[in-house]
């Protein structure tokens, strides 16, 4: 049973930062590819950030350039991802979700495209 868990969330003003967190546990080939979703309230959830076994990355359009998204393996028992949130808008206020996924929907942006979900966390950006 994979297991994913997000932290970090809270409330920043806008122009800050917040790192979020990700573990997931097993890392197995199933879930050897992770991603960050959200979803602001009456919107879809939209990929924002996601990075392969091999650290390629891709972001969506919308926080390229102010977003970073980074994993730490330390063995099979669980990966670490974290996504560093700099110049934050109000734009950027959601629900924040980690998921896992693997090959071949690694570089996938759809949220149904996603295996394994966390519980969500709350960010608000306060202009």
């Known amino acids: 049973q994979v297991q994913v868990t997000e932290a970090g969330g809270g409330s920043v003003q806008a122009g800050g930062s917040l790192r979020l967190s990700c573990i997931v546990s097993?890392?197995?080939?199933?879930?050897?590819?992770m991603a960050w979703f959200r979803q602001g309230p009456g919107q879809e959830r939209e990929g924002v950030a996601g990075?392969?076994?091999?650290?390629?990355?891709?972001?969506?359009d919308s926080v390229k350039g102010r977003f970073t998204i980074s994993q730490f393996s330390q063995d099979s028992a669980k990966n670490t991802v974290y996504l560093y949130m700099n110049v934050t808008q109000p734009e950027d206020s959601a629900i924040y979700y980690c998921?896992?996924?693997?090959?071949?929907?690694?570089?996938?942006?759809?949220?149904?495209?996603?295996?394994?979900w966390g519980q969500g966390t709350q960010v608000i950006v306060s202009s």
């Open positions: 097993p890392y197995i080939y199933g879930s050897s590819c």
């Open positions: 990075i392969d076994t091999g650290g390629e990355t891709w972001y969506a």
């Open positions: 998921a896992a996924t693997g090959p071949p929907a690694c570089y996938s942006r759809r949220a149904g495209d996603m295996k394994h």
